[in-house]
């Protein structure tokens, strides 16, 4: 199960386009990920569930895959006014610059309520420095084009084996002891309107949902 980590903030970040209470220590969750795994999704039904505050879409992986319900889910989700935030699947057999010309090709930052996120789960052949400076340099780029620093997700053990500490100090700061912001804590939710498992996250205790809220941005 992976785990979403970004940097610790004790009060609403002063950024945010909106404010965006704690989380509710009572919910089961407080967000899902999604992707074109979920085929069609009935938006209405899925926010019936008042736990559900948040969903990360994936948009893109690697240099050419791009999800095909994407565009009707980032649409849907925020019409049934749930925060939305995209996320990319890197991978080690395309350039960084193919990848976020993929990622930014879908993913508009008109659209996106939270800062995007980089799923980084593997390294292929590439070397321990290789996969660091890529990581680094998406993550630059997508700074320089959205604003915002991105959320990078991953496994605890992965991240402390091939990553940490080199973002460590990175805004969001990602911690080495595994803490983290957004855990996906199950691979294998029930949500009515959603027919095949879900990715179920919650939100840190005592955190406030709005430090990863992208700022205001002017209409693109």
Not at 146 to 170: C, E, K
Request: glycine content about 6%; charged content about 15%; hydrophobic content about 35%.
């Amino acid at each position: 199960m992976a785990t979403a980590s970004c940097g610790r903030r004790t009060q609403p970040a002063t950024t945010a386009a909106v404010h965006i209470a704690p989380r509710d220590t009572t919910a089961p969750y407080d967000g899902i990920d999604i992707s074109s795994h979920q085929g069609d999704i009935d938006w209405g039904k899925v926010t019936a569930d008042k736990s559900i505050r948040f969903v990360y879409i994936k948009a893109t992986e690697g240099a050419t895959y791009s999800s095909p319900h994407y565009g009707y889910n980032v649409t849907m989700a925020r019409r049934h006014g749930l925060l939305v935030g995209s996320y990319h699947y890197f991978t080690t057999t395309s350039s960084v610059s193919a990848q976020f010309r993929n990622f930014t090709n879908l993913a508009a930052l008109s659209s996106q309520d939270l800062i995007p996120m980089i799923d980084v789960e593997h390294r292929g052949n590439w070397s321990r420095n290789q996969l660091v400076d890529s990581v680094a340099a998406f993550a630059r780029l997508v700074k320089e084009h959205y604003g915002v620093q991105p959320m990078i997700y991953s496994t605890m053990a992965f991240y402390n084996r091939w990553l940490a500490p080199s973002f460590n100090d990175q805004e969001p700061e990602i911690s080495w002891n595994g803490s983290y912001t957004v855990w996906q804590f199950s691979q294998s939710g029930i949500i009515p309107g959603i027919d095949a498992y879900v990715d179920l996250c919650h939100y840190r205790d005592g955190a406030w949902l709005d430090e990863i809220a992208m700022p205001p941005h002017p209409a693109i």
